[in-house]
């Protein structure tokens, strides 16, 4: 069945760092992607998608590229500030309809001044 | 306008005991979904509502769980007989419906449920 697998946390980052968060999928076809984050006390956002390969979904300096040859969907931002510390979770829409998101089982991010 | 709320934030039963958490999307969103975070754990899918009926409930865990939504509004997640494993944070999301095509889905902040 459709999954993803993302690397798991904390990652604990100085501000200004790179950084990666890495996804995979499996899935019937090529599905909608997705990072959502939870800030601390706050709800899940959609923070950026990508519905078809070589896609790239870009919002707030973050950016992931639709990687269809390495079923892949990796999170990435050049410089972190503390604000980022959150949550993010790698999703892909389930290929059997009703527009449910399967997610991954999210990745604590910690950005340190 | 106002987003997806939950009720209540926190919740802390006795084994046995039953449980309703409560929804309220956003006006309008005819969708809506049900999903459950276990500690270390992504979220799981229990249901999801079209108005007022549910043409998927694949992810309910057992008979001990069940949901209604009235009025195309609020939904009801009601939790029969709480089990220790059924400590989460169950979270709802709402959209709007435009068939086949993705909308958004918008979270609530969770209700965190806890059973001793």
């Known amino acids: 069945g459709d999954s993803v697998t993302q690397m798991e946390g904390p990652v604990t980052l100085s501000e200004e760092a790179f950084l990666t968060i890495n996804c995979t999928y499996t899935?019937?076809?090529?599905?909608?992607l997705f990072w959502y984050v939870q800030y601390p006390g706050e709800g899940l956002q959609l923070l950026l998608k990508a519905t078809k390969a070589d896609d790239k979904g870009s919002n707030k300096g973050f950016e992931a590229t639709y990687r269809k040859e390495t079923t892949s969907f990796h999170l990435e931002k050049g410089s972190v500030q503390v604000s980022d510390s959150a949550v993010y979770f790698c999703?892909?829409?389930?290929?059997?309809?009703?527009?449910?998101?399967?997610f991954g089982a999210g990745t604590r991010l910690a950005v340190h001044p | 306008g106002a987003g997806v709320s939950q009720s209540p934030s926190n919740k802390v039963t006795e084994k046995g005991k039953d449980v309703e958490l409560r929804c309220d999307p956003i006006s309008g969103h005819t969708a809506l979904y049900w999903y459950r975070q276990r500690l270390g754990q992504g979220l799981e899918f229990l249901i999801y509502f079209q108005g007022n009926s549910a043409p998927d409930k694949s992810g309910l865990p057992s008979d001990r769980f069940s949901a209604e939504r009235t009025g195309e509004s609020v939904s009801t997640l009601t939790i029969q007989r709480t089990q220790q494993e059924d400590s989460a944070v169950y979270l709802c999301a709402s959209r709007s419906f435009s068939g086949s095509s993705y909308n958004e889905q918008f979270f609530g902040p969770g209700t965190r449920l806890t059973v001793l």
């Open positions: 899935a019937t076809g090529y599905p909608s």
């Open positions: 999703a892909l829409l389930f290929s059997g309809g009703y527009n449910k998101l399967i």
